[in-house]
Each structure stands twice: as C-alpha cells, then as structure tokens.
C-alpha cells in the first residue's frame, strides 16, 4: 500500500512537470497558443503612415499666428475613409437601427450561448404590416397627405465609450463601471438644416430629397451632430466586431472613431509639409484654370467648380494619401475639443484634447473642431492649417464626417 502511494505521487510530479514544461522545454517562449495578426485593410479606408508634421499656419496668416503657433507633433499610423460617410453608407446604419427595433417590438430574441443574455435573432423576418409596429409610424394629426410614413424620432440608438483618462487619474480606487459612459442618440439626419442654415433661400428640395433620393446615395451625409456621428463609429465598430466572431478568429481590433484634429491635418497634407492645400500647391486652380475643390469662389458663383451645393463624395482628384475632398464640400467634425490657445500646451506625441460636456455645461465647453471647409465656405477655410468649430449639439447642412482606426504596428510594410 505504501509503494502504491508512492507510485502515485510519483506519475503525478511526472504529470505536472510534462504539463508545464512539454511544449516549452523549459524555456521562457511566451505563450504559445496565442492567434496570428497579419493586419487588416478595411474597405473604403486608406493607411496613412506614421510620420511628423508642423501644425499651425503656414504661410502669412497675422491672425492665427496668435492662436495657431507653429509646433512641430508626431502622429501614429492610422487608417482612414477615403471619403467623407456617403448618405447610403450612412442608410446603412439607419436601417439597422430601424430593424433592430423593430425585431424588439417583434419579439424576435434568442439566448446567447455565451453569456445567457437574451439578443436580436436576425433569422426571422419582419412583416411591416403586423400590427405591432404600428408605434413605429405617424399618427394621427403628425400624418402628413394620408401617407404611412416611420416617425424618425423613434430611431434611437445607444453607444458607449470609455473615459480613459478619468480611469488613468483614478488609479484603481473606483469600480471600472465609474468609467463607462452611455448616450443615445437620434440618429436620424436632420434634413431641415437646409432651411434652417439659410434665411430667405428656397432650399426646400434638398430638405425633401438630399437623404434618401438615389440621385444624392454618393454624397456626404449632412444633418449629423458631434454625438450622433461618434454613434456611427461605435455601431461600425460592432458590426466590424461580430463580423471577426463568426470568422472564429476572435480578434477586435482598435475601434472606428472619429479622427483627431491633427490626425485630419496631417491626413489632409499628403505628405507634403507646408503646402496650404491637400493637393500640394499654393492655388486652387490647376493649370487649365479648373477648380480643384467643391467652395465658393469669388462672390456666390457656387455652380463654378461644378456643384451648386455638395457634390459626390469622390470627385475631384485625390491627394497624395489617396484621400477626397479633404478640403470643401463638407467641413468634417474631429474628435477635438477646441481651445483657442491649445497649441500652447499640447503634446507633441499624438496630441488630442478632449472634453465630455454635459448638456447643462456652458455652451463655450461644446467647442468641437471641425476641419476642411465646405462647399459654402470661401478659399480660406480650404486650407490644411485652418482651424475651426461648431457646437457638438448642432447639425448643418455643411459638415460630415469621416472615420479612422488606428494601425496597431509599426508599419503596413511589415505585413
């Protein structure tokens, strides 16, 4: 009996010392069982490389020199839209949203096997005529002409991020829940903005037509405030997300986001240091005396460089990174808080300021920088190194946005 126990003890220190040691031969390896990264090349994004630039005005700009001194930054790799967020791209979101509602009127949920946790089933189909979405449309008096239309109030859509810089100041003292912030958003566009932004002007089949008409699916969407368009990039990031899980490789990547404020800059100049334009020169006429860009030359001849509001998301000639439209046709919110002085005290390394204003917050702290220029805006604001705001609550009918995502590497030649 007493050998037996030995013989026991014995073949189990056999068994644990092969456990732990059987693949790695007792050497420090890692672990090895971790999955592969070969990168990613999102659709419809462009890579921009690391590299450095010097922000501020550069050329003679007297009054920005006072709120724009020059600094020389460093931005990380990224990725980013080769256009602005084109109104089907933006349908796309819409959509979701719409059946996802209406799939919780429906019923239509099924367990996850992971968690427990009850979630939309996307197997089933839904009948718009069921009785049970009827909340879904205008009622009553709100119905306009007798016709069946989806009340767009009721496309809400909550997103979340993570405050990690209150995190890093925490230090661990409070739960991670502390963290964690939530809004929804409306997120349909506010299509009266081509009235509203324009006293006097009889714009009324742009409001009527510019989201949903198949003649504008290629144009920026407008009519997106600061949070609704964060919402977009959260939504991309969970579809881009559940789309690696049924892969099985079980990799997230960084999160879609809006691009910083320097991100957009350095993005915009294509590599070329100090010129003012994303195409490389001082002018904005090419040789033919052509336009370059969707603005408003000279005094209210907006149908000269070809579109008399907006034009497709792609015209005109790329810059250098292979981006459109990085100046005119629509002003493109960042995620950057704006401070007149910021270029003061910012960091040189990926600088980014950012500030979570609440809605009872003074209306100064709602700053957020918009970049670019639009088709309403003279030849000044095209420049790379202008600088410029709107309120994060706001829509026009002149800003849009485009998405980014970081490079997780050194570089996409490595790959």
């Known amino acids: 009996m007493k050998n037996l126990s030995k013989l026991t003890l014995v073949l189990l ?38 590299g450095t630039l010097t922000i501020g005005p550069s050329d003679q700009d007297v009054s920005n020199t006072f709120v724009q001194r020059q600094k020389q930054i460093s ?71 007798g016709k ?53 002007s009889y714009n009324e089949p742009m409001t009527r037509n510019y989201f949903w008409h198949p003649a504008f699916d290629d144009y920026p969407v407008v009519g997106i405030d600061w949070h609704t368009a964060n919402a977009f990039c959260y939504w991309r990031t969970k579809l881009w997300n559940t789309y690696q899980q049924t892969r099985g490789d079980g990799i997230n990547t960084e999160d879609f986001r809006l691009p910083t404020e ?35 030359p000279g005094r209210g001849n907006y149908p000269e460089d070809g579109g008399q509001y907006t034009v497709r ?40 300021i950012r500030f979570d204003a609440k809605e009872d917050d003074p209306e100064a702290y709602k700053r957020k920088v918009i970049r670019g220029g639009s088709w309403k805006d003279v030849m000044h604001y095209l420049r790379n190194g202008i600088r410029h705001w709107e309120y994060q609550d706001t829509t026009k009918s002149y800003i849009g946005f485009r998405c980014a995502l970081t490079f997780l590497g050194r570089s996409v030649n490595d790959f």
């Open 75 to 145: 931005i990380q790799g990224f990725y980013m839209d080769d256009t602005e967020i084109t109104n089907n791209e933006y349908r796309q979101f819409v959509y979701w949203v719409r059946d996802s509602i209406a799939h919780s009127y429906l019923d239509h949920y099924i367990e996850d096997e992971a968690t427990g946790e009850e979630k939309i089933d996307w197997e089933y189909d839904i009948d718009w005529e069921d009785e049970t979405l009827e909340d879904l449309y205008y009622q009553g008096d709100d119905r306009f002409a």
């Open 313 to 352: 998301a792609d015209a005109y000639f790329p810059n250098d990174y292979g981006l459109f439209n990085m100046s005119g046709n629509v002003a493109e919110w960042t995620s950057s808080a704006y401070y007149e002085n910021a270029y003061a005290f910012i960091h040189d390394l990926n600088p980014d």
């Open 148 to 200: 069946k239309e989806l009340d767009v109030d009721k496309l809400v859509f909550e997103y979340e991020w993570y405050d990690w810089k209150r995190a890093a100041n925490d230090k661990g003292k409070s739960p991670r829940n502390t963290f964690i912030k939530r809004k929804k958003a409306k997120i349909y566009p506010d299509t009266l903005v081509w009235i509203r932004d324009f006293s006097y």
């Open 13 to 50: 220190v056999v068994l644990v010392a092969s456990s732990c040691g059987r693949r790695e031969n007792g050497q420090l390896l890692g672990v090895l069982d971790r999955p592969s990264w070969k990168g990613i090349n999102p659709y419809g994004m462009v890579y921009v490389p690391s």
């Open 262 to 296: 320097h991100e957009w800059e350095y993005a915009a100049r294509g590599g070329h240091e100090l010129a003012p334009f994303p195409w490389g020169t001082y002018y904005v006429r090419n040789a033919k005396g052509c336009l370059l860009a969707n603005f408003k």
